[in-house]
């Protein structure tokens, strides 16, 4: 039976993630709506507007980025598979390349997969289309032009924080 949504279980995933053993999170988990320092690590609850105001803005983002729509979606999976990989999650903003992070990010679905026991041809599949991006040069670039500036491009590192930050915590299942 899935692990069910419920406050108690978030609240169970997020100490877990903060370091305490699974009698502490039991102890802990049991009396959170006491603890108010608990009640500041539960996520608020995601409301439809919220997330569609999300979608709206990776979809600007990415189309100023000249990711093809067909490819948007594909990246916003990519990335939130990946972000399941602890290793991939905990060291994403280390990468000083963006090829670095694509192929890094490539590897930790194939991970993610692997731990799932995804069969090999569902996997291949999937590999081979998120594999497409690592071929968007604006996306790997190491600079954004402007007319008037260069700058770092950091599209692809801020895109993996704000999907670990903001949308990851809502539909992570441990």
């Known amino acids: 039976m899935a692990n069910k949504r419920t406050t ?10 903060h370091g305490y053993y ?20 539960l996520p608020k609850p995601f409301k439809d507007e919220t997330l569609i105001k999300k979608a709206i803005e990776y979809n600007k983002l990415l189309r100023q980025q000249s990711v093809p729509e067909t490819e948007r979606n594909t990246l916003i999976s990519a990335i939130l598979i990946a972000l399941q990989d602890l290793v991939f999650a905990e060291s994403f903003h280390s990468h000083e390349k963006n090829k670095d992070l694509v192929r890094e990010l490539l590897e930790a679905c194939h991970r993610v997969l692997e731990r799932n026991q995804v069969s090999d041809a569902h996997k291949q599949t999937i590999l081979h289309e998120y594999s497409g991006i690592s071929h968007n040069q604006k996306l790997i670039s190491e600079t954004i032009r402007s007319k008037k500036n260069e700058a770092p491009n950091v599209t692809l590192k801020n895109l993996i924080n704000d999907l670990k930050n903001s949308v990851l915590p809502f539909i992570k299942e441990k």
């Open 8 to 17: 108690k279980n978030i609240v169970r995933n997020l100490l877990k993630e």
């Open 22 to 41: 699974d009698n502490e999170v039991c102890i802990i988990a049991e009396q959170k709506s006491a603890n108010p320092r608990i009640k500041k690590l």
